[in-house]
């Protein structure tokens, strides 16, 4: 079945850019039909939906979030990337990568934690 | 943009329980919303898609029903493992996605 894990630095220094990767196995992120997401959640707090890509490129990004972030996929990998600038305390959180087919996320990765501090 | 709001934002039930969780939209969004239960520290889990449709693998005392601004979780009989924070989010406005603040259902 379809696996999905994070990897990154777990601290990343505020003003930087934070950058994540989400390798899939078990599927093609080429074959269509499905979106992939990121996902993140401040300590103790709720989850965020931060955007997510189709294999074709096309992304969507949340608003509160769009001028800082950028999402792309690199399909001979069968990976997709979080970039996320100028990064202050606000921005530690859990990410997740996921996968969503129409009706919200069915697969996820395990998550990784991103501490923002110098 | 559509926000979500559940209510409530936490609860104790005992083993056995019928437990009810809501979840408001801001604007209706047809049957376009998800449950998910995330267990501390653990990654969330899908339950319920599409408002009412069970996920594959979830025991059938979990069930969805709703439509347009009001969708609503029940867990027919609250078990020991169901504790954790349950979360909506809709998929309406795509491609923009909403999550709810959580439910958090601990076992009396």
């Known amino acids: 079945q379809v696996q999905l894990q994070e990897s990154g630095p777990g601290l990343v220094k505020p003003s930087q850019t934070l950058s994540l990767t989400c390798t899939v196995s078990?599927?093609?992120?080429?074959?269509?039909?499905?979106?992939w997401s990121w996902i993140r959640q401040h300590p103790g707090k709720g989850l965020e939906w931060i955007g997510y890509?189709?294999?074709?490129?096309?992304?969507y990004y949340n608003p509160s979030l769009k001028s800082r972030v950028t999402i792309s996929v690199d399909t001979s990998k069968n990976q997709f990337s979080l970039k996320l600038s100028s990064v202050t305390a606000a921005d530690t959180s859990v990410y997740y990568c996921?996968?969503?087919?129409?009706?919200?996320?069915?697969?996820w990765g395990q998550g990784t934690t991103v501490t923002v501090s110098s | 943009d559509i926000q979500m709001t559940q209510s409530p934002s936490a609860m104790s039930a005992s083993v056995g329980d019928r437990v009810t969780i809501t979840c408001r939209a801001s604007?209706?969004?047809?049957?376009?919303l998800a449950w998910f239960q995330q267990k501390p520290g653990k990654v969330p889990q899908r339950l319920i898609y599409?408002?009412?449709s069970l996920q594959s693998g979830v025991p059938s005392r979990f069930s969805g029903s709703g439509s347009g601004t009001e969708f609503t979780l029940t867990i027919s009989s609250l078990q020991p493992e169901d504790f954790g924070t349950y979360y909506c989010?809709?998929?309406?406005?795509?491609?923009?996605?909403?999550f709810g603040g959580g439910t958090k259902v601990e076992i009396k």
């Open positions: 890509i189709y294999y074709s490129g096309s992304t």
């Open positions: 604007q209706a969004i047809s049957n376009y």
């Open positions: 989010l809709q998929h309406n406005s795509y491609p923009v996605l909403t």
């Open positions: 996921a996968r969503d087919g129409c009706c919200g996320m069915d697969v």
């Open positions: 078990g599927g093609s992120i080429s074959s269509g039909g499905y979106y």
């Open positions: 599409a408002a009412s």
